[in-house]
C-alpha cells in the first residue's frame, strides 16, 4: 500500500537510463520502453530519460513519434497529447556537446517534431579543475551534474576536494554507485563522506548505476545466465541516508549505518512519515530533502525497482 512518505520519497526518483550497461537497450526500444512507463501506474516515481548527447539525433528519429504533440501517429496520439514534454538527462563531455542539445530543444520546441527537452546535463570531467571552465559553457536554464571522477583519480581517494569545487554554482554531483563489476561499488564509508561533503557544502546529488534494488542484497551483476554476484547497494539505504544527513545532521558514521542496512521491513512508510530503527522522517522533512538535495538516481530499469517495492509491501 502506497504511503505519503513514500511517495514522497520516491516521486520523480528515478531517471530511465535503459541504453545503458546492463540492460543496454537499442534506442528504440528503450524510448518505447519509456513511453510505457510514462503511462502506467507508477510513473509518479518516473523522472527522465537518460541519453547522451552524440545520440540525441537517434532519439529524436526513433522517439519523435511517442513524444507529445500534433505529430503523433494515431495509436499513440491519445497518449501522448495529454502529456507533458518529455525531459531529457543528456550526457556530456566536451563543450560541443552543448550545441546538440541547443538544436535537440529547438528541434522539440515544436509541437510537430514531438515535445522534449533537455534540461539537465550530466557531466564528466577529469578532475576539479575543469569545473569552471564548463560552468561557463553551460547554458543558465540547463542543470549540470559534475560526476565524481573514479577513486583512483580523486586526490587521497577523497571525494570531499571534487565537491567543495561545486560550491556556490547551480549544479549538483554525481556519484557512481556500482556497475557490471564487482570493483565498480564503492564502499558504505565512501558513499557516506560524499553525502557529508554534499551536505556542507550544499551541493545537490544524484546517484547511477547498481541501484536496482531497494535495500542492500546480493544480485546478479548482469542479467546474463550464471552472471557473477555481489552485493549491491540498495536505492532506499541511499536516499534515506541522504534524507537524514540532510534533515538530521547524521554524521558519516550514521550515514553509513543507514547504507548498510540489509533488512528492508527496516524502512517503515507511513502517511505522517518514515522510519528507520526508532529514527523518524516526517513528510515535510522528506519533501525538503528531495527537492533541495537528494534529487535522483538512474537505473536502466524501470520494472526492476517497482517489482522490488512490491515485494516489501510498500507499494
Not at 501517429?73 to 538527462?89: K, L, Q, V
Not at 550515514?255 to 528492508?264: F, H, I, N, R, Y
Amino acid at each position: 500500500m502506497e504511503t505519503r512518505s513514500l511517495r514522497s520519497l520516491m516521486g520523480g526518483l528515478i531517471d530511465y537510463a535503459g541504453l545503458f550497461p546492463p540492460a543496454k537497450l537499442a534506442m528504440q526500444p528503450a524510448a518505447e520502453e519509456y513511453f510505457r512507463a510514462l503511462g502506467g501506474q507508477h510513473e509518479w516515481m518516473l523522472s527522465r530519460f537518460v541519453c547522451p548527447a552524440n545520440r540525441l539525433e537517434e532519439l529524436t528519429t526513433a522517439a519523435s513519434m511517442l513524444m507529445p504533440g500534433t505529430n503523433a501517429t494515431s495509436g499513440y496520439r491519445e497518449f501522448a497529447d495529454a502529456s507533458e514534454p518529455w525531459r531529457i538527462s543528456a550526457l556530456v563531455e566536451t563543450p560541443q556537446d552543448l550545441e546538440l542539445i541547443d538544436r535537440f530543444n529547438e528541434r522539440h520546441a515544436k509541437e510537430d517534431q514531438g515535445l522534449a527537452a533537455v534540461d539537465v546535463i550530466e557531466v564528466k570531467v577529469p578532475g576539479a579543475e575543469a569545473v569552471d571552465a564548463m560552468l561557463d559553457a553551460i547554458p543558465e536554464d540547463i542543470f549540470p551534474f559534475f560526476e565524481l571522477p573514479p577513486i583512483e583519480k580523486l586526490p587521497g581517494g577523497d571525494a570531499r576536494g571534487f565537491v567543495a569545487a561545486l560550491a556556490g554554482n547551480m549544479c549538483g554531483a554525481k556519484i557512481r554507485t556500482g556497475g557490471v563489476s564487482e570493483n565498480a561499488f564503492p564502499t558504505t564509508r565512501f558513499i557516506a563522506e560524499f553525502l557529508i561533503a554534499c551536505r556542507q557544502t550544499e551541493v545537490p546529488f544524484k546517484a547511477t548505476a547498481g541501484l536496482h534494488h531497494p535495500v542492500r542484497s546480493e544480485h546478479p551483476l548482469t542479467y546474463e545466465k550464471n552472471a557473477p554476484r555481489c552485493t549491491m547497494h540498495g536505492f532506499l539505504n541511499v536516499f534515506v541516508a541522504g534524507c537524514f544527513v540532510f534533515c538530521k545532521a547524521f554524521d558519516a558514521q550514521a550515514a553509513e549505518e543507514v547504507l548498510q542496512e540489509s533488512d528492508g521491513k527496516a524502512f517503515i512508510c507511513t502517511d505522517q512519515g518514515l522510519t528507520w530503527r526508532n529514527h523518524v522522517l516526517d513528510i515535510t522533512e522528506i519533501a525538503r530533502a528531495r527537492e533541495a538535495f537528494a534529487l535522483s538516481f538512474g537505473s536502466c530499469s524501470f520494472d526492476e525497482p517497482v517489482s522490488d517495492l512490491k515485494t516489501l509491501g510498500l507499494v
